[in-house]
């Protein structure tokens, strides 16, 4: 951590953290003692108080009751939730670990263990899919009653393998069709789109990715994190190596 915050430190550390993000790969890997003495180390050097929202990215497939009641005793107040979909066939497709039930015990473990502010991931444009099962995915979505879903359509990204072995994805009519329906579907429930792929109930934007949308600054700590700050010298930005060798 003292390495990581090395290249801030001619910055003024004192100014307020609005939000912490844990996040990329599966950080829901990590035992709620690990995630205390993280945010423990990061309290003793950041000015964090009680009001900073702090999320964490789980994954079905590695959480269970007493692992969140852990983390929310730890002091993280926010989760995200790596659904993706509800289609058992369609988390096959894209290699989840999870189940389509798992989501949904997932969900309500969160919520017994406290948590009152919960994003579930949802993605739309999947291999094969058309306009009834999309909103079918997005209903189970909106039916748990989460604070904020987000939304996105799948982009077949280089290095994975869908980019080796494209898929048969949905026309560019279909994935129109489902994106104004799901649109509809989104505001009826009461979700408001606050960003291209983000929907939340009144109040309920995620605070960090108002940060990213106001151009705000952050700084990007462990593995592949990029870090942004305003100094009155200029725009300074940082990048972490991914590569654990490096």
Known sequence: LNRDLTPFVD??????????????????LFSPSAM???????KSKLDISISTEITLEAN????????????????????????????SKQLINLGRIHTANEVTEAYFAAREAGF???????????????????????????QLGPEHISWYQLTIEPNTVFYKRPPNLPNDDTLWEIYEAGLRKLA??????????AFAKPGMQAQHNLNYWQFGDYL??????HGKLTRPDGIIRTTKTRLPAD
């Open 60 to 87: 079905p497939g590695t959480t269970d009751f007493e692992k969140f009641a852990g983390y929310f005793a730890a002091g993280i107040n926010r989760l995200s939730i790596g659904v993706q979909s509800f289609s």
């Open 220 to 225: 990007g700590l462990g593995a592949g994190a």
């Open 188 to 197: 009826d429930a009461g979700y408001e789109r606050y960003e291209v792929s």
């Open 11 to 28: 910055a003024d550390l004192s100014r307020a953290v609005t939000s912490i993000f844990m996040g990329g790969g599966t950080p829901s």
């Open 36 to 42: 205390s003495e993280l945010l423990d180390s990061l």
């Open 116 to 142: 009152k502010n919960i994003n579930l991931d949802l993605m739309h444009g999947l291999p094969g899919q058309n306009l009834g099962n999309a909103l079918k995915d997005l209903e189970a979505a909106i």
